[in-house]
């Protein structure tokens, strides 16, 4: 099961890869008036023969496939550095923002949705149906800038963006004080769609053939969600974090360039910006490999929720 998801990994990375180029080429001028548009003909040449862009399109479709295949994805115009080398750099702390940004976004999400999805009704339950679909209508950048305003200009709880403090380098608490406003704003709108999921989930299993002897022995509502729900709870939880998973990519890059966070997102955002198209392209790669390699770890644990689940065709 798990080959057969590796080789559909490898298909939606092939595609990824080849909608990447075609875009790319289908740009009016191609990718060396992207560069910099205002080139005259001899530099636009120039710098199609460097890049070997005045080959035929099929050639040089090979050429960047088997590029990509040998990890190869070219040199950045803008930082003049290899791309791999530069995505590499900036990858670890994309991969560190949205870890604790899911890692936050379960800690709130599986015990609120337990509890109130237990008490249909409630007071409770209102009060979390309207902060969760708050949540949702609140556009993450907006809620980002806020946050700066307040908690970082105003308060001076926090500071206002990057990843360290000079003269602080290395110091994990300052680390973790920059991380604390990015992490909340992506994890937000996270963890109001998975306490919407958990709610469902917990209503729909409280009825189940297993359950309803629990209920009618007298177990109180937490023994009933504790011992007889919550690893069924898990499996639609998982599915919906599968599927943020392709959404976290965006949310990332609209925080990170928010606050200024020196990861994957600001690094797409930066290379558009500045029509450093063979760097997007690396970008798109590198991101899709990552998305790949996050759903088949979804794959596993899955797999671990609920053994009777066979992923694959």
Known sequence: MLAARLLQGLIVLWIVTTATFVLIHAAPGGPAV??????????????????????????QYLTWQSNVVRGNLGRSFLYQTPILDTVLDRLPNTILLVALAVAVALLIAVPVGLYVGARPGSPIDRVVTVVNFTALAIPPFWFGIVALMVVAARWRLLPAGGMM????????????????????????????ELIR????AVRSNRGAPHVTPA?????????????????????????????????????AAVTETVFAW???????????LG?????????????????????????????WADPRVRVGP
């Open 197 to 200: 999921f958990t709610q469902a």
């Open 275 to 303: 029509r450093d198209y063979p760097l997007v392209m690396g970008i798109a790669v590198v991101v899709a490999t990552t998305v790949i390699l996050a759903n088949l770890l979804l794959d596993l644990a899955y797999r």
């Open 215 to 251: 209920v009618a022995r007298g177990l109180r509502p937490r023994e009933v969600t504790g011992r007889h729900i919550f690893r069924n709870v898990l499996l639609p939880v998982l599915t919906v974090l599968g599927l943020q998973v392709p959404i976290l990519v965006g949310g």
């Open 34 to 59: 992207l560069a910099d548009p205002k080139l005259s003909a001899v530099e636009r040449a120039a710098i199609e023969t460097q890049l070997g862009i005045d080959r035929p399109l099929p050639v």
């Open 165 to 192: 403090t000079p003269g602080e380098e290395g110091s994990f608490v300052d680390r973790l004080r920059h991380l604390v406003l990015p992490v909340i704003v992506l994890a937000l709108p996270i963890s109001a």
């Open 262 to 272: 020196p990861g994957m997102g600001r690094l797409g955002v930066e290379a558009a």
